[in-house]
């Protein structure tokens, strides 16, 4: 989670594209704070650190990511807006997840996107559980397998997430094959907003 005040920029040092994918390679004063996996805002776009050496720092967009934002006009040497994910006596990198599994899904389709990977999810249509907030909405959040994730694509009992080489190699989604059953925690945000409703 952000705040949305941003009290620095960093510089682009260096810019690779892999596949559909393109890694920024930045330098700020805060580099020697930062860890692999946590959570930094660029120009508003939240990314994960996936390496820091020499000074620099590099994170991972991909190409849903490139589509909807600025940052694949970026070039070495530009200024970008940053902003290091809010304190609750910890970092919140990801969102508000309660470890408290709401449900199972199945995967359905794996679908390349040249250097990430698109999943689709089928969970149990149930009207009673919608009402209650156990859904998913177009760039809400989601945790599959205790993983935080953006939702994509979603229907009325499905969603995609879009994983990117780095969250592949680093979670059990290395093995998620379509058939594979998984642990899904909806956001509990929608789950306090639907319980007001009924109020």
Do not use: W
């Not at 930045?26 to 704070?33: A, K, Q, W």
């Not at 559980?129 to 009992?157: E, H, I, Q, W």
């Amino acid at each position: 989670m952000f705040s949305g005040i941003i009290k620095e920029f960093a510089t682009v040092v260096a810019i690779k594209k892999d596949r559909d994918n393109i890694d920024f390679t930045l330098t700020c004063s805060f580099v020697d704070e930062l860890c692999i996996d946590q959570s930094v805002a660029h120009n508003g776009v939240c990314l994960t650190v996936v390496s820091i050496a020499d000074g620099n720092y590099v994170v991972t967009a991909m190409k849903e990511t490139l589509d909807r934002t600025n940052l694949g006009l970026l070039k070495v040497g530009d200024k970008v807006n940053i902003e290091r994910s809010m304190l609750m006596n910890g970092r919140l990198d990801g969102h508000i997840v309660q470890g408290h599994v709401d449900e199972t899904a199945e995967c359905i389709a794996m679908d390349d996107a040249n250097g990430s990977t698109y999943f689709t999810f089928k969970y149990k249509e149930d009207i009673e559980m919608a009402r209650n907030g156990y859904f998913t909405v177009d760039k809400g959040s989601v945790t599959v397998n205790g993983v935080s994730l953006t939702v994509c694509n979603p229907t009325r009992d499905t969603f995609q997430v879009a994983i990117i080489p780095y969250t592949m190699e680093h979670t059990n989604f290395q093995d998620i094959r379509v058939g594979s059953v998984v642990n899904l925690e909806f956001d509990i945000l929608g789950k306090y907003i639907a319980r007001l409703q009924q109020l």
